[in-house]
């Protein structure tokens, strides 16, 4: 699997971290090993242009995602796609509003940028979270992929 990072954010950011946690995000969900991806680490002044030139929103957001091949994703071994690379998309990530939620919601930046790291990648794969149904869903998938991850760590 191929997984590209870029910090650009001017933060120090454990890039091995966030790298190993979409892997592990990556691989749980069963996508084709020959998927790229790309994260890149933004300023809060990029992100804020990026988030109101895509998403028309106010400020800055903390992640956003954007596919590139949906029709491409291989979610797992009963679906055939011919062993082309599958171009996910890219991830992109602002480490100061990750660092502001962190503090708010009590543990690390470190923590916050590996939840919204996975959160990305399961944008990437179709999850949402618009309406009720598919925030559970899409939260708790995304809450036992970092635990699984964490357990991983840990050994």
Request: charged share 25%; aromatic share 4%; net charge negative.
């Amino acid at each position: 699997m191929s997984i590209e990072i870029a910090n650009e954010s001017g933060t120090t950011v454990d890039t091995d971290a966030v790298l190993a946690v979409a892997r592990h995000a990556l691989d749980e969900m069963g996508v084709n090993s020959l998927a790229e991806l790309s994260v890149l680490l933004v300023d809060v002044e990029y992100m804020t242009e990026l988030n109101h030139r895509w998403m028309g929103g106010d400020g800055p957001t903390d992640v956003l995602a954007f596919p590139m091949d949906e029709g491409s994703v291989d979610h797992g071994p009963g679906e055939v796609n011919g062993g082309e690379p599958a171009l996910l998309g890219d991830i992109v990530l602002c480490p100061e509003v990750a660092a502001k939620q962190a503090a708010a919601a009590g543990h690390s930046s470190d923590d916050e940028l590996h939840l919204l790291t996975v959160h990305g990648v399961l944008h990437l794969l179709g999850y949402d979270h618009a309406e009720p149904e598919e925030e559970r869903e899409m939260f708790a998938l995304q809450a036992r992929l970092l635990d699984s991850w964490r357990a991983t760590r840990a050994q």
